[in-house]
């Protein structure tokens, strides 16, 4: 199994591509085709002000009373997975079953209207969670994984020029084996559209496809100097950066991409989930663990300054109990985790970030491109 897969499966739930909360200007911003819905949109904001069960309550009653709008069915498939946050992989039956229903009300959404892009790139999402945990728990995810792979393609289909898709379906069909579902030769006939196209989009196509061997650093350094003060260049320098645990550089590379866009504030974000990943590894380097979690601490409060939507600061919050725990702080870190559950009772409890696919607007797309098979 590759690398990316098995480190991924710490921080599983919603990573994602997975921000988790981050809202960049898109690549592209196609039209969805998705009804408004005021029910659908009453369940949204309740879920942003951490009233899930309340969101949840809502939407069930609406789908007893119409079982055809295909839009109570999205945001309820959401608002299932936004529960799961709260789980967590502790009770993995409950985990699974939510999971299943998002997936049958995403499902069911797409059925209903077949041509919303949203709800196809929805059902592609779920499908790839479901997939990713078959791993987890070593099923075969060959049969989930090809109905993520299809209902993404049929997202492209409806728009074709969606880049953030062809992204998404070059990273599963690359990272995955083939006895899994993986197919090197599509991910590279992708991959080839978009290096056409050119840009950062098609630099990250390239990128994707490269082995573990190249010198990453050195390849967006390369597409730096083509590109300039580009906020996307940067942030995938300064993970890069990350990636062979040059934190300076990559901290420097994040601030750039900052002050160009203030959006990528998120970047803090990964910026904490690497420390937390160098933390896991200290083993009994007591020093290097509270190096870990003093700076991931910072970082986490940098991206609080930022004000996130009320799921991410909950989480953030959440994750500041975590580090107070770690270095014995217990009355404090009790403090920050209730505060967090007063936040939002089912923030995330996951490693990594929760996904802007639980978060955006009932009537927005994607416009966020987050990694589907990497910690950040």
């Known amino acids: ?52 069960d309340d969101a949840k309550t809502v939407l069930e009653q609406a789908i007893l009373q119409n079982p055809n709008n295909a839009a109570t069915h999205y945001e309820f498939a959401r608002v299932q997975l936004h529960r799961a946050l709260g789980i967590g992989v502790g009770s993995r039956e409950v985990l699974f079953d939510m999971i299943s229903d998002a997936k049958n009300h995403i499902d069911k959404a797409v059925e209903l209207n077949p041509k919303n892009i949203r709800y196809n790139f929805f059902s592609g999402y779920v499908g790839f969670l479901q997939a990713y945990f078959s791993l987890m728990t070593g099923d075969q995810p060959k049969e989930k994984l090809l109905e993520a792979i299809g209902a993404f393609e049929s997202a492209l289909k409806l728009q074709p020029d969606y880049y953030l898709v062809m992204l998404y379906l070059i990273e599963l069909y ?3 084996p083939e006895e899994a ?24 196509a390239t990128s994707i496809l490269l082995s573990e061997e190249v010198d990453k650093v050195d390849y ?45 504030a998120f970047l803090f974000l990964d ?10 590894r200290a083993g009994d380097n007591k020093e290097l663990l509270k190096k870990c979690v003093t700076s991931g601490d910072s970082a986490i409060v940098r991206y609080i300054e930022s004000k996130p939507i009320h799921p991410m600061l909950a989480y953030s919050v959440g994750v500041r109990g975590k580090f107070k725990f770690f270095l014995g702080d217990q009355e404090q870190g009790q403090t920050l985790i209730k505060e967090a559950e007063t936040l939002d009772p089912y923030f995330s409890k996951a490693t990594g970030a929760p996904s802007e696919e639980l978060f ?17």
């Not at 910026?271 to 896991?280: A, E, N, Q, R, V």
């Not at 994607?366 to 950040?376: A, D, E, I, Q, T």
Request: aromatic share 10%; hydrophobic share 35%; with cysteine.
């Open 1 to 52: 199994m590759k690398k990316s897969i098995v480190i991924n499966i710490v921080c599983i739930l919603f990573l994602g591509s997975s921000i988790g909360g981050a809202y960049n200007k898109s690549v592209c911003g196609p039209y969805t085709g998705q009804e408004l819905d005021s029910t659908a949109q009453k369940a949204y904001d309740l879920r942003m002000q951490g009233k899930v």
């Open 174 to 176: 690359s990272q995955f």
């Open 181 to 204: 579902g993986g197919d090197k030769s599509k991910a590279e006939q992708y991959a080839l559209q978009l290096e056409e196209i050119g840009g950062v989009v098609g630099a990250k």
């Open 220 to 264: 967006w350094q390369k597409v730096q100097k083509k590109y300039e003060g580009n906020a996307d260049v940067l942030e995938e320098l300064g993970k890069a950066y990350l990636g062979v645990d040059k934190v300076d550089s990559a901290v420097y590379s994040f601030n750039k991409a900052i002050e160009i866009d203030s959006e990528k």
């Open 271 to 280: 910026l904490s989930i690497y420390y937390s990943f160098l933390g896991m």
């Open 360 to 376: 955006i607007p009932p009537g927005e797309n994607s416009k966020n491109h987050r990694y589907l098979m990497r910690p950040f």
